[in-house]
T-cell receptor, first 110, second 118 residues
Framework: KNEVEQSPQNLTAQEGEFITINCSYS?????LHWLQQHPGGGIVSLFM???GKKKHGRLIATINIQEKHSSLHITASHPRDSAVYIC????????????FGKGTLLTVNP | DTGVSQDPRHKITKRGQNVTFRCDPI?????LYWYRQTLGQGPEFLTY????????KSRLLSDRFSAERPKGSFSTLEIQRTEQGDSAMYLC????????????????FGPGTRLTVL
């Protein structure tokens, strides 16, 4: 069992919908990243958080350390948000190595 | 462009050949990471450098794989005697750690090198 699990694996939405992608982890972590990967491979770091909530434009990331759970929300989704969203954690005891979830493929239709 | 760059972007090779990939990190970044991503999966950690020192290698990195960062700047990843199972996207990332042991430095990823072994 992967130490970092994401759900759903695939998500299709209509433009304008509110999107939620979930990430859960089974061990203690130091920090958690949300990453975006477009077709072709390039990965962009969206957020890094170790507690609470962060917001950037239409993107919001939250983390609950006690429940070992994080969510990525996209408000007013747009077709250009279509991408793979990956959750990656720095497990406690490893001060640099990212352990990745399998990713969530988001498709936003116009 | 001052981001992380990787070369080549695509490589097609025949089984048994050797290949070498290059990663140029963001110039002041002291940490450099290599990851491998197969189709439909999240990336997996391969190895990590702090300056020129290779501090950790994953068990995924068999003895056919070698990575170097000779001057603490660019890095190369070489795969000898390639196998079809080596086909994947090879991602490089870099970060700047202000103090040793910090876990909160953001990693910046390159575009990746897609390897296809025929």
């Amino acid at each position: 069992k992967n130490e970092v699990e994401q759900s759903p694996q695939n998500l299709t939405a209509q433009e304008g919908e509110f999107i939620t992608i979930n990430c859960s982890y089974s061990v203690g972590i130091s920090a958690l990243h949300w990453l975006q990967q477009h077709p072709g491979g390039g990965i962009v770091s969206l957020f890094m958080l170790s507690s609470g909530k962060k917001k950037h434009g239409r993107l919001i990331a939250t983390i609950n350390i006690q429940e070992k759970h994080s969510s990525l929300h996209i408000t007013a989704s747009h077709p250009r948000d279509s991408a793979v969203y990956i959750c990656a954690a720095i497990l406690r005891g490893s001060n640099y190595k990212l352990t990745f979830g399998k990713g969530t493929l988001l498709t936003v239709n116009p | 462009d001052t981001g992380v760059s990787q070369d080549p972007r695509h490589k097609i090779t025949k089984r048994g050949q050797n290949v070498t990939f290059r990663c140029d990190p963001i110039s002041e970044h002291n940490r450099l990471y290599w990851y491998r991503q197969t189709l439909g999966q999240g990336p997996e950690f391969l190895t990590y450098f702090q300056n020129e020192a290779q501090l950790e290698k994953s068990r995924l990195l068999s003895d056919r794989f070698s990575a170097e960062r000779p001057k603490g700047s660019f890095s190369t990843l070489e795969i000898q005697r390639t196998e079809q199972g080596d086909s994947a996207m090879y991602l490089c990332a870099s970060s700047l750690a202000w103090t040793s042991g910090t876990s909160t430095d953001t990693q910046y990823f390159g575009p990746g090198t897609r390897l296809t072994v025929l």
